[in-house]
């Protein structure tokens, strides 16, 4: 089935500690984004990935990183988590430059 | 920097037509999706447009007019299973070698009466 797949799901951690999110798709796509949203704030892009070892800002980035090694794993490294990242977290991918974007289940973050 | 506005919230009733406009203000407009969100779930896509027009996709139908930075998505014989929010998102034409950007407006969450 094809799919992107997320984990993990929920996590709750505290402010400092090093969280890795991680994302892997099984479609051969070239393009991969992390978004995160918050109320009232709708889905702001975090990084994109055109291909292995390409990655650029999206709107969002501070305090966040990302590496593309492989083409089909795109993780979110949150090096030192602080509370204003609390918020929902989706991985997508697509084909070609930003088509049509397939998305991930989605990660609840909590830092206290 | 790039502006994406659409209404927060809409209510109609189920068999009613309801139409969701967004407004762009960006640099490199490269293409217009639609996404459909039902709480707790991911956003899933509903249409895509990059020239002017009118793309028709059963009980749904999204419009662009570039020159005037305008789309709206349009939901006919409208059903509680609808009851979502709609996230219209703007593909940015600057090329990287990372790809396109894709800004997000805030969502529009419909909620459909009996």
């Known amino acids: 089935e094809a799919q992107v797949t997320q984990n993990p799901r929920y996590l709750i951690t505290v402010t400092g500690k090093k969280l890795t999110v991680t994302c892997s798709q099984n479609?051969?796509?070239?393009?991969m984004s992390w978004y995160r949203q918050d109320p009232g704030l709708g889905l702001r892009q975090i990084y994109y990935s055109m291909n292995v070892e390409v990655t650029d800002k999206g709107d969002v980035p501070e305090g966040y990183k990302v590496s593309r090694k492989e083409k089909r794993n795109f993780p979110l490294i949150l090096e030192s988590p602080s509370p204003n990242q609390t918020s929902l977290y989706f991985c997508a991918s697509s084909l070609g430059r930003a088509g049509i974007q397939y998305f991930g289940a989605g990660t609840r973050l909590s830092v206290l | 920097g790039q502006n994406i506005d659409q209404p927060t919230e809409m209510t109609a009733t189920e068999g009613a037509i309801v139409q969701i406009n967004c407004t762009y203000q960006t640099s490199g407009f490269n293409g217009l999706f639609w996404y459909q969100q039902h709480a707790g779930e991911a956003p899933t896509f509903l249409s895509y447009n990059v020239l002017d027009g009118l793309e028709e996709k059963g009980r749904f139908s999204s419009f662009l007019s570039r020159s005037k930075g305008y789309s709206y998505l349009l939901l006919k014989e409208l059903q509680m299973k609808d009851s979502a929010s709609y996230l219209c998102a703007v593909k940015i034409g600057a090329w990287s070698a990372a790809g396109n950007k894709l800004t997000f407006g805030g969502g529009t969450r419909v909620l459909v009466k009996p």
């Open positions: 479609m051969n796509h070239e393009y």
